[in-house]
Structure formats: structure tokens, C-alpha cells
């Protein structure tokens, strides 16, 4: 090994050293299998690491880490290719073993295997070969053509027969068949042959090859583990899938496995002449440890946990230095863009490194653009709707927005210069598309076009609604309600599904986020939105991160809105912007002063707007919005045109809505004031069934009391 020095001195002392050929998880794993504990790999198992100056599969990184400690033999089973060896050599090795298994001693945890592995053939995996008669524990000399271990690799390889007896052989180009046997074999033809060969290949028992079932290849690995004849070391990955926990046999598989580990005990020398580590490997590699029983590996000092994480910046260094030539723009690239890149591709996996050079050809996005590679690279979209805006639609965007939210000057033009600045894509820091493009906590009175002014965003620079997603935070105000944002824990109910936010976001990246009433949720739910705001991104418990980078998050709130009724009565009539604006934007930050998160305020306090309460003028352009809707319905279902009588219906609202009472419910309570009108116009449709194309006319009577005429004849 050219980088690596695992070996340093004959008495086995000497440090343990990596100048980065090596990631720090296998260093900790060389250091846990000198000390003589067997280790539990869990995390990212299937991803590809830095091992002497080139890129490898776990799979070699650990095998060359066991083999580097002294193990003649490291063998790997899964559930799916049974037991294999990733090294040269070694599958040879370990048919000599299988064949004689070395007598067992018992090991330091008292449970050494027994020896006598020939009588019973379940525990080493397969019955002895044909024609072998020796004594259970003898040793096969050089010269010994009886041996079959000699000759048995080759026939594992390529599938054919046992070797070492001919009786059971099929017959070749047309000999004579077993003794006692002596039918002809039709010889003339190539095909005649073939028949006798396939004919007694059918009679003959198979061959025993290498043991393939988990619990088989378990028995003999304890065994082989339990000598200090032989060197070895042996990798059980994936046995959360096929042992799933919290059933009977799967427990008795894991307490077997756990013997196996445990009852393991020291070599006495190696091939190689290495030092052997101090005791023979049993190790285990899963994706989640939680999968795991908690007493299999918490109950017994012996036995250590390894978490692999994703590559550290070093790694990524190296990965970026070896694939430079495959990014776009790589002749002009320094190491300042190197060492950029470095730093915002934290948290990305090995493979997702090489893809990442990929894209970088793909999209034709150039290594000296982190960020726009970053983002194509994770969204994964071919047309980005920030840059398809027109230009003409986000220098008015404060027209069209006021168009839709009546009265709200003020938080409209905030608004408004929020997605200018996104789609201009100007910010602070290199990589600060990392953040979400605005984020903005709107709070006032109940009713006055919060919500409505979120749609309408959503509509604006996506297209269309379906952009909108709204979460209601009263739904949220249990401690364990944080999960559904973010997905359950490994091993809890509805660990697959994943969170509700990050499952949303992963789908559809471009997005206007509205979480309503923030101030019912627990305050461990806020805290789920420190790492939004701040780096842009939430891993759920499955390990999978969504990316808020082209998102718009705005959060509402009424913190202070039970006050306004008060206000409005010490003022009389309306109550002046700047006295509202004070009053809300105090109670907002005493508000999360007294939840004790005062750090998502400092993060949300640049984005806090203050919805004003409607005015008067406010009230007659609502009223008619709202009766506009109600006549497009009738047109639409009827044919008929419903026209509103304005000098009875403005003067009416105007009055109710002046009540302070009424006033602090906002848009919400016109509608409530107008559904009579709603009434009225259903009872005349049931009781005179105007014809379509007929005209009438809604309006209010001097008690207050609506009522629906027909012009031009009717009334």
C-alpha cells in the first residue's frame, strides 16, 4: 500500500496513520480490531471511498483494511450473492479451511465451538465429499491425491464436479463408466457423448461447494473464528434484511451471530507474515444500526459501533482534485474554485461526487459556478421558472399583486421587491443561493389578505396555484408533531414515508411555502426552521435532504391581533399604520422572546411585514370583488347577469363594517355580512326560475333586509 502504513513495526505497536489515501472511519476500524472488538459498520456502506490513490467500493476498502491486519481469508455474505471473497486468492484458501476446519478452542467468552465439524454437516455448511474418510480434524498433507481440498476451489468457480473420486465423475469422451458398469457409450458422434455426460450428471449427486445459506455459512465462520489456526475475518452485510427484527427466529440468528463474534479468539500467525489483528473478525455492515436488536451490540463490551458518514472535506478534495479534468471549464479552473467547491459540496456521498462531474457537462455548468452547479445537480429540472420569468412581469409585480390583495400597500411592495431580487439572483456570499430566494413572516389582524397574498405569489412566478402549498401550524402544537415536517426516526410508524415538508419540497422544488398561524406551533417545531432559514436544506429520517434554495417560505401569524378591538375602541374610528405597525412587531418579538426562541426572530426579523386593518375604502373595493364573484357564478350556471345595486349595497357595508367589533375580523366578516345577499339571490332563483338571459338586480333594503328584482318588467 503506497499511502497507507497499517503494519508499522513486528510488535504490532506503532501508530496507526492516514495522509488522506484513507477515509478516518477505516483508520477507526483498524484501531477497534488491534484492540480486539469486533465492529458494527452502519451508515453509508454502499458508497465509494478514497483507498490507495484511487477510488473503491466499500466492499474493497474493508476487505484491504482486513487483509492489511493479518486475515488470510476475509470472506463477505450478503443475502443476496450468499458468500463470496473479494480478494484473490482467498476463496482457495478458505476451501482448504472448509475442507479440514481447525480444531476450535474455546474462546474468551466461553462458547467455543466443538470439533467435531465431520459428524455433523449443518454446522460447516455442507456434507464432506464423497470418498473422504478421514478422521474429522485431520490435516491434508501436500502429497495426499485423496485431498480433494486441492483441486475443490476450481470446481466452485466453474460449477462442475467434485474431484477426488471418479465414481461420481460424468463419463469422459466415451470411457468406461463407474466399476460394475460397464454399458457401452456411443462414441461415433460428438452428441452421443454428450447424452451419456448429461444422462449421468442427472444420477450423480451434486458436488459440495461453498455453503451459501446465512445460518450454514454462520456455523462454519463460527467455527473457523473460533481457531487460532487461521488468520481470518469475515463481513456479514445486510442482516437487518434478512433477520427483520422483533421476531423469534430473527432473534436466535442474531444471538448466533453475537457467539460467532464474541467466541472469536486470536490467531496464532499469518501467511503473510503480518501480525494478525488481535483476534479473528466477525463484523456485520448495515445502512441503519436502529435496525439492529439494542442488546445484539449494547450489551456486550466486545462488540463497537462505527458510524460511516459522508466523505469529510479532505476526501471531497481528493475526489474533486481526481475528477478536475471531468468538469466543465476544468482548464481554467484554480484552486480557489476547487477549494469552493469543497466546501459547498459538504454532506454529498463519493457517487454523488462523480455525478456531480457529470452534470457539470450535461448542463454545461462550469466548476467556477458552484452554486448554479450545486443547484441543477439537486433539483434536477431542465427549466427553471425563475429564469423564465419576463422581465416586464417582475418590474410591475407590485401592480399585479395589489390587484389581488386589497389595501395591503405596504406588505405588497415588500413582496414585490423580494422576488425582484431572486430573479436578479443578487445576494451576500458566494454561495447564497444556498438560502431559500425570501422568506418572510407576515403578521396583523385576522382577515386581511395574508393568505391571499401567498397565492397570488405562487400564481404570479410559477403559473399557477398548485405552486402553493399551505401548512396549518395549529396541527402542530405537540412535541412529537415536529416529525411529520421531517419524517419519523428509524424504527418508528411511518419511518418510509418520509416528512410531510421534505417530501413536498423534494417533489416539487419550486414552490411558495405558507405556514399558517406559526405562533400554535411547538416550539421544537421552530426549531426545524432554524436550519431551513440559515443553510437552505432538512434531511429527513430517511437520510434524504430537500433543498429550500428556490423556494419562498413565508410564515403568518396573529400574535397581537386580539388587541386590535382595543385599540380601535381608545381610537375612536381607525387606528394609524405606524401605531399597528408598532404594536404587532413588539408582540411578535415578546412572543418568541417568551418561547425562548429568540433566534428565530433575529433570523425572520428583516422579513417581518405588518398587515395593515382595513379601512373604509378598503371595504367597498372587498364588497364589490366578492359580489363580482357572486354574478360570474350566476352567469356561469344560469345565463343570467346579476347586477349589484351599488347605492344601497356601499353605504350599507360601510355602516356595518364600522362597528370596531366587526372591523378586527377583517375580509372574513364582509363575507360573512354579504352571505343574506347569497340567500336572498338563491331563494328567488327556486321560487320565479328566471330565464336564461333575463336581467336582475340585487340590492338592500332601508331595514337592512336584501332583496333580488327583475329589470325591465320585474321587480
Sequence with gaps: MSAIDLTKGEDGTGPVTANGMMPLWAVSLGWELRRGRQVILNGQIRDRWWFEDRPASFQWLVAGVLEARGADVVGWWDPVAGLTFPLPDHAERFARLAANPPPATAGDGGGG????????????????????????????????????????????????????DDRERPWRDGRDG???????????TRRGVERGRDRSRLLSPRPAGPPRAFEDVLALVHRIAASPEAATAFVFQDVDHHLPPGQPESNLGYLRLRAAMTDAVTPRASLAGRRPHARNAVLCAVGDVGRLPGWFHQEDPRIATLHIGPPDPSERRLWLTWLRDEFNGAPDATRQDIEALVGASDGMSGWEIEALARTSWLRGAPLQRPDKLLELHRLNVSVDPWTQLDRETVARAADVLGARVVGQAKAVDAVAAALQAAFVGVDFGGLGGARPRGAFFFVGPTGVGKTELAKTVAELMFGDQSAY??????EYQQEHAAERLAGAPPGYIGHEQGGELTRRVQERPFSVLLFDEIEKAHPRVLDKFLQILEDGRLTDGRGQ????????????????????????????????????????????????????????????????VVFDMLRREHVVKITDRLLGQLTESVRERHQVELVADEQTLHPWITGRMSDPERQAYGGRQIRNELEPLRAAVVAHFLARRPEPGSRLRLGIGADGTPWVGTEEGGG
Excluded at 117 to 132: F, I, T
Design 113 to 164: 465451538a466443538s470439533a467435531d465439524d465431520g459428524r455433523h454437516a449443518s454446522r460447516d455448511g455442507g456434507e464432506a465429499p464423497a470418498g473422504d474418510r478421514r478422521q474429522p480434524g485431520a490435516r491434508t498433507r501436500p502429497g495426499d491425491r485423496d485431498a480433494a481440498a486441492e483441486d475443490r476451489p476450481s470446481a466452485w468457480r466453474d460449477g462442475g464436479d467434485a474431484p477426488g
Design 178 to 188: 463407474p466399476a460394475g458398469d460397464r454399458r457401452p457409450v456411443d462414441a461415433r
Design 469 to 474: 402549498a399551505r401548512f396549518d401550524m395549529s
Design 545 to 608: 435532504t430537500a433543498y429550500f434554495s428556490q423556494c419562498l417560505i413565508i410564515f403568518t401569524s396573529n400574535t397581537g391581533a386580539e388587541a386590535v378591538q382595543d385599540l380601535l375602541a381608545r381610537s375612536g374610528d381607525e387606528v394609524p399604520y405606524a401605531e399597528l405597525e408598532e404594536h404587532f412587531t413588539h408582540a411578535v418579538e415578546e412572543k418568541f422572546r417568551s418561547i425562548g426562541r429568540p433566534e428565530i426572530y433575529g433570523r425572520l426579523k428583516p422579513g417581518v
